[in-house]
């Protein structure tokens, strides 16, 4: 009799254990081998619209420079129904299309649902044409299935992603109203934001090959440490199971070097989770925001071709630092100037207007 007690209680203490494990943090490894990445969603319909680049006077395909650059993981966003105006040419062929050159690259894949016919950000999270006016448990199911259907696709054509962000910079929410986390009387909608994330992690599993692809919860809070625990803390508390903390850090937005470096040490202590900055890049038209209500005064370099790769350079060293975080990723280092595309030329791409490529394309290299 006694020994069957003491295996009840190890057994229930093994559940327990295992039950806990993704909101106990594990021994922070010592070591780990950083991946660098790009969101270079738009590279196609530029290169469809003429667009050549050149490193050294030498012209080649876009995604094979990224590639010679120690680019190994390529971000591509989704939109739900996209106008295909400009950027905003997300679309399910498109990226199946993009994704194909990637993958014959050796490119491994995140996919960035904005769960938006158009850019989802914390300013604005705009529901779907097709979606509105939904009552909340079919809005959810519809997240559901069109994740499942959009990767089932994906893995028909041979290019099943190896990540999936359910959604873009939710810290303000997603598929607002129904998931807006913050109303204007200062009630918070962490039941509603966390189910329709449920639904998207659902719809991921339920795809075929869906139970290796990992999950990222994208926030956009790089510089932020009491916000960034407070979210993720939130969302472990609701129940949503995911592998991996995506930050965005852009400095005139979220702040400095240190900044940083504190929130990665502080989620890496109170979070048993792989740490990804999703988003960064930096100005190299002799061109910087100004500080406003929404801009802050940080500028660790001047916004030149050499403070950019200085930039770059020092942000690797520093997020070394920290081994939790596996991979950083450029957002569009890839705009050139074509005005037939209707692309705005970003002064943050990592070529010229012409597509001559920049000193910050190697930064990353090693």
């Known amino acids: 009799m006694k020994s069957i007690l003491l295996s009840v209680i190890a057994l229930f203490l093994l559940t327990c254990c295992t039950n806990c494990k993704k909101d106990s943090p594990e021994p922070i ?6 991946a660098f990445g790009g969101d270079l969603s738009i590279i196609k319909k530029l290169e469809d619209y003429g667009a050549v680049y050149k490193v050294n006077g030498v012209q080649k395909n876009g995604l094979q420079i990224f590639k010679e650059n120690n680019y190994t993981w390529i971000r591509l966003r989704i939109f739900h129904t996209p106008n295909n105006e400009g950027p905003v040419c997300n679309s399910l062929p498109y990226t199946i299309e993009l994704a194909k050159e990637a993958k014959q690259l050796g490119y491994k894949i995140l996919l960035d649902f904005h769960y938006s016919d158009t850019w989802a950000d914390p300013g604005k999270q705009f529901t779907p044409a097709a979606w509105s006016n939904l009552a909340f448990n079919v809005l959810a199911d519809s997240v559901k299935f069109y994740t499942t259907r959009v990767l089932n696709s994906m893995g028909k054509s041979g290019v099943l992603p190896e990540m999936v962000q359910v959604g873009n910079e939710i810290n303000n929410g997603m598929l607002w109203p129904y998931g807006k986390l913050y109303s204007d009387t200062g009630v918070t909608n962490w039941i509603g934001l966390t189910d329709l994330v449920k639904a998207g992690i659902q719809g991921v599993k339920d795809a075929s090959g869906g139970s290796a692809i990992k999950i990222m919860i994208h926030a956009a809070t790089g510089g932020n440490k009491t916000e960034s625990e407070t979210f993720y803390k939130k969302m472990t508390e609701y129940g949503v199971n995911f592998d991996v903390i995506g930050l965005s850090y852009y400095p005139w937005w979220h702040g400095t070097f240190d900044q940083l470096e504190s929130n990665l040490q502080n989620l890496s202590s109170k979070f048993a989770r792989e740490i990804s900055v999703v988003e960064t890049a930096y100005y190299a038209n002799n061109w ?18 050499q403070g950019q790769n200085d930039f770059l350079v020092e942000l690797a060293t520093r ?8 991979t950083v990723f450029y957002w ?32 990353w290299k090693e």
């Open 29 to 34: 490894p010592e070591t780990t081998e950083l």
């Open 288 to 305: 910087y925001p100004a500080p406003d209500k929404w801009t802050l005064d940080v500028q660790p370099y001047p916004p030149t071709e």
């Open 319 to 326: 997020i070394k630092k920290h081994p939790r975080v596996k």
């Open 332 to 363: 569009e280092p890839e705009t050139v100037d074509i005005p037939e595309s209707k692309i705005f030329y970003l002064g943050r791409s990592l070529f010229d207007k012409q597509g001559n490529a920049f000193k910050g394309i190697s930064a």
